[in-house]
């Protein structure tokens, strides 16, 4: 479900909302850094690079991206969702052969964080996150023609031929501003 983020309607509860209530359900996957060391920028899209199969035609994944503190309190950065069907293009629909494995990439579009040491950097996945985004009833129909739902069944890979990952624009830590005369012109 969805628990704060940026989501331009009310319900539900928007902004920096703690994750950990959706974090203990027994459908989201949790992966969760080591704390880390020194601060770390994060600055530009976030894209989660996963290889799934599913026992439906059609499925979503969502993904978020979540700054965990020393003391637990987990903070939604960003998510992003990919429905199944849409996986080669936008364009046209590609319905899921039950148990194959896909690429997916999954947008968590954008963002500009500093994880300070002794956070951990979180990924949580997940297959709903509803009401920000529909439902998918997973049937593989088209939206709207159906009045039931069906449940799936996920499975992520990240073993040495399947290696899910997120990709993170990282900004050194020795960045410093551009130096020069900017010149404005008309």
């Given at each position: 479900?969805?628990?704060?983020?940026?989501?331009?309607?009310?319900?539900?509860?928007?902004?920096?909302?703690?994750?950990?209530?959706?974090?203990?359900?027994?459908?989201?996957?949790?992966?969760?850094?080591?704390?880390?060391?020194?601060?770390?920028?994060?600055?530009?899209?976030?894209?989660?690079?996963l290889?799934?199969?599913?026992?439906?035609?059609?499925?979503?994944?969502?993904?978020?991206?979540?700054?965990?503190?020393?003391?637990?309190?987990?903070?939604?950065?960003?998510?992003?969702?990919?429905?199944?069907?849409?996986?080669?293009?936008?364009?046209?629909?590609?319905?899921?052969t039950?148990?194959?494995?896909?690429?997916?990439?999954?947008?968590?579009?954008?963002?500009?964080?500093?994880?300070?040491?002794?956070?951990?950097?979180?990924?949580?996945?997940?297959?709903?996150?509803?009401?920000?985004?529909?439902?998918?009833?997973?049937?593989?129909?088209?939206?709207?023609?159906?009045?039931?739902?069906?449940?799936?069944?996920?499975?992520?890979y990240?073993?040495?031929?399947?290696?899910?990952?997120?990709?993170?624009?990282?900004?050194?830590?020795?960045?410093?501003?551009?130096?020069?005369?900017?010149?404005?012109?008309?």
């Amino acid at each position: 479900p969805t628990l704060g983020g940026n989501v331009a309607m009310h319900p539900p509860r928007v902004g920096p909302y703690d994750q950990t209530a959706v974090e203990l359900r027994n459908d989201v996957l949790v992966y969760t850094s080591e704390p880390l060391e020194q601060p770390i920028e994060v600055t530009g899209p976030v894209v989660l690079h996963l290889f799934a199969s599913t026992d439906r035609t059609d499925t979503d994944f969502n993904g978020k991206i979540v700054d965990v503190y020393p003391e637990g309190y987990a903070r939604i950065l960003q998510e992003g969702v990919i429905r199944g069907r849409y996986w080669k293009t936008f364009k046209q629909q590609n319905l899921l052969t039950p148990g194959t494995v896909y690429e997916f990439y999954v947008d968590l579009w954008s963002t500009s964080n500093v994880f300070q040491k002794d956070h951990r950097i979180r990924i949580e996945i997940t297959s709903s996150s509803f009401p920000k985004y529909d439902r998918n009833p997973n049937t593989g129909h088209k939206f709207g023609e159906d009045l039931d739902t069906v449940v799936a069944h996920q499975q992520v890979y990240h073993d040495k031929n399947h290696s899910s990952y997120v990709l993170l624009p990282l900004i050194p830590s020795e960045s410093k501003p551009c130096e020069g005369t900017a010149v404005a012109r008309n």
